[in-house]
């Protein structure tokens, strides 16, 4: 407890000195000269700048735009095992670099290319899977066509994409993996009105294949519709129904020998907005269908309030979440209540260490945001997580399973301690730096070693 209490010391040290010493050095000074690091930093974003203005090919009919980004993450892992006994990789360098052009054909075509090449050097081979590596390989790779006519506002998008909808809590790029997450697909959006846009698409994950070219998973589809309505200003109401039919006929059933596909319907919607000083946020999802020969009857729920207090200094938010993901608590009896949580973006939502998902998990979480300067962001969040069920498993961000089901143990999984500082040094240059610490629950304490596991991480992102 000592050692806790001492490394969240030195990371609370470590994030304030830095926000601060950071704020006073970009401070808006109108009246004194640039300190050289600020003159270094604006001369490199007008180069920046410059290499993303459009070049024009065939008078300004036809441009073509570059872009992309050079990321590093240095990741400090302990115990992410809960055995402090096991020998584990402690420093993961993560590398990720994207190149891009953006071709557009006047008025109503354009052709968008990007190639990615993301490396991991660690000693354990576990930090060198398809979840690190994908080397020098085609990441997006789309076109796009607008109507002509105006009174049919149609857009098709087909190609290798990502596809993100509302907060990405079940289909998003997952933009803090060191690869990422695309689809090949075929979208339709219908946008007649600033304040309505629908979709509708048919995609295929892509699958990540280290040392050969990604290609997706063809037997895994998803089809999609989603409305987004703003009738009113900073409010939003999405409507929508996730279609997910996977052709592999050996998906386990839970009675015994059965096996088939998985045809899964997931519908809900979400409502977001903000009036004075608060901020709310609601989304479920109801899911049915079936899995091999087994009914599904699973759903998820979010909900979220925060209040910022704009007349104190550093304007602090504070907010208070609570999410749930359905477990199965009968693994024999045909019906299969476990979420699934589809693509997500998990990362931004239960914890950063990735210990939980919308899957047999309830997640009550407090925290608060602070603003020291207006280019820096400070916040901490704490989370209790809580088993759905302990006669189903423990699943991870990714939907992996931490610790298989128990029957007898606890359901109470334990806390999570995150702290983020967020810097933009400038438009195109971001900085940020995280610690985390997870304490073990009686869940954890019943199944098995139970050590407390902590995550410490630095990142720079250069984008254009």
């Known amino acids: 407890m000592d050692s806790l209490v001492q490394n969240i010391r030195r990371a609370v040290l470590v994030i304030v000195v830095f926000a601060l010493s950071a704020g006073s050095s970009f401070a808006e000074e109108p009246t004194r000269t640039l300190h050289p690091a600020s003159q270094m930093l604006s001369v490199s974003d ?20 570059f872009g992309g980004e050079f990321r590093y993450r240095l990741e400090l892992r302990d115990d992410f095992n809960f055995n402090d006994a096991a020998n584990e990789d402690d420093a993961v360098h993560l590398f990720r670099n994207r190149l891009n052009a953006d071709l557009a054909f006047d008025p109503y075509f354009r052709v968008f290319i990007e190639g990615q090449d993301a490396e ?3 000693d354990s081979s576990l930090n060198r899977t398809t979840a690190f590596v994908d080397r020098m390989d085609l990441r997006q790779l789309y076109g796009e066509l ?11 998008k087909a190609g290798r994409q990502e596809l993100s909808y509302g907060d990405q809590r079940f289909v998003g790029p997952f933009g803090w993996s060191n690869v990422g997450r695309v689809f090949d697909a075929a979208k339709v959006i219908y946008d007649p009105v600033p304040w309505l846009q629908a979709d509708a698409w048919f995609s295929q994950v892509t699958r990540v294949r280290r040392n050969r ?12 519709v989603y409305t987004s309505l703003r009738p009113l200003l900073d409010h ?5 129904l996730f279609i997910r039919h996977n052709r592999n006929n050996e998906i386990v059933g839970e009675k015994a020998g059965a096996f088939g596909q998985l045809k899964e319907y997931t519908a809900g919607n979400r409502f977001k907005g903000k009036k004075w000083n608060f901020d709310y946020g609601i989304e479920w999802a109801w899911q049915f269908g079936s899995r091999s020969h087994d009914d599904i009857k699973a759903w998820a729920w979010h909900n979220e309030v925060g209040y910022t207090f704009v007349v104190l200094p550093w304007e602090p938010r504070f907010h208070f979440e609570y999410n749930h993901g359905s477990g199965d608590d009968d693994p024999r009896d045909g019906d299969f209540k476990n979420f699934d949580n589809l693509f997500p ?19 009550v979480t407090i925290g608060t945001d602070l603003k020291p300067h207006r280019k820096i962001k400070l916040s901490c ?10 006669r189903s498993a423990w699943f991870g961000a990714g939907q992996n399973v931490i610790r298989p089901a128990r029957s007898g143990a606890s359901t109470t999984v334990g806390q999570e301690l995150d702290l983020l500082a967020r810097w933009e040094v400038t438009k195109h240059i971001g900085f940020l730096i995280g610690y985390s610490h997870f304490h073990a629950g009686p869940f954890v304490k019943d199944t098995g070693v139970h050590d407390a596991a902590e995550f410490f991480y630095v990142q720079t992102l250069i984008s254009v």
Do not use: C, I, Q
Not at 345 to 363: E, I, K, P, Q
């Open 146 to 156: 607008k109507s002509p006519w105006k009174k049919v506002p149609l857009t098709l």
């Open 213 to 224: 070219a990604d290609s997706g998973a063809h037997e895994d589809n998803l089809y999609g």
């Open 236 to 240: 939003v109401f999405d409507t929508f």
């Open 381 to 390: 969040d704490y989370h209790w997580f809580f088993l759905d069920t302990n």
């Open 345 to 363: 973006t998990n990362h931004f939502f239960y914890g950063y260490m990735d210990f939980a998902s919308l899957r047999n998990m309830n997640d």
């Open 46 to 65: 007008g180069f920046l700048d410059g290499l993303t203005r459009p070049v024009p090919l065939h008078g300004d009919r036809v441009r073509v735009k």
């Open 120 to 122: 991991s050097f660690a």
